[in-house]
């Protein structure tokens, strides 16, 4: 098993194709990235110039580049570890290619996870929600249950759990929701949660969503559909 997989494509019932969640919150606004970006691509440039003894023009070209390597690298390593997680909790061999970064912070959450009492009730669970393409399609992280609360519960493993993870979790409570209740199921999600994982610490956070946040998280989430149409 290794952690390259193909790009997901969502369809509806009639086979239309469906945007996904992370998709449709790319409209949203995400001022916190741009200063991280802003401050990957200065610092880049001027140790590109003290350290590297490169000339200016050079030096901001590298300094360009820098935020757009980062940021991919760091996705790299969480796809890692997601798949990681994933294996475990689908009783298979851990990824080939995963590094050694993205197996300890996936060992810390699986760990973290049974520590704390969590049951995994499902884990990279994929839905969709409407029809005939005016819908959405997503792959959940983890429902898990704890206490008699239900979570839909996803992992973070940047340095920061941004702000649009609420209408994301939001959003993949109400497709859970939808599909259990079509199913004749507990459709109820009584809370969301993040499990902040960053690849280079050595610890995992708790971010809980109360049920009042998550009605507000789907509101954006349904603003943010309505403004990419």
């Keep these: 098993m290794t952690t390259k997989k193909p790009r997901r494509q969502y369809k509806d019932a009639s ?17 916190a990235l741009l200063w991280w970006a802003a401050r990957e691509a200065a610092q880049a440039t001027a140790a590109a110039i003290v350290d590297g003894g490169m000339p200016a023009d050079r030096a901001i070209e590298v ?22 997680v994933e294996a475990h909790y689908a009783g298979e061999p851990w990824p080939e290619d995963a590094s050694d970064a993205a197996r300890a912070c996936a060992q810390r959450v699986i760990d973290h996870i049974a520590a ?17 393409g005016s819908g959405f399609a997503g792959t959940l992280d983890l429902i898990v249950e704890r206490d008699g609360l239900r979570y839909v519960a ?18 993949y409570a109400k ?19 993040v499990f ?22 789907w509101h954006l989430f349904d603003a943010a559909q309505i403004g990419r149409a």
């Design 15 to 31: 086979g239309k194709k469906l945007p996904g969640v992370t998709t449709i919150l790319g409209v949203l606004d995400k001022p």
């Design 63 to 84: 300094g360009k580049k820098a935020p757009f390597q980062r940021r991919q690298d760091a996705a790299d390593a969480g796809t890692q570890a997601h798949a990681c």
């Design 116 to 132: 704390r009492g969590y049951q995994v009730v499902a884990s990279e669970w994929a839905g969709t929600m409407g029809e005939h």
């Design 154 to 171: 996803d992992l973070k493993t940047g340095k920061g759990a941004f702000d649009e993870v609420v209408p994301q979790l939001a959003a």
């Design 175 to 193: 497709m859970w929701c939808d599909h259990q209740d079509r199913s004749g199921e507990n459709p109820f999600i009584d809370r969301g949660i």
């Design 196 to 217: 902040h994982a960053p690849i280079e610490d050595d610890v995992v956070n708790e971010i809980e969503l109360t049920r009042d946040k998550l009605d507000a998280g």
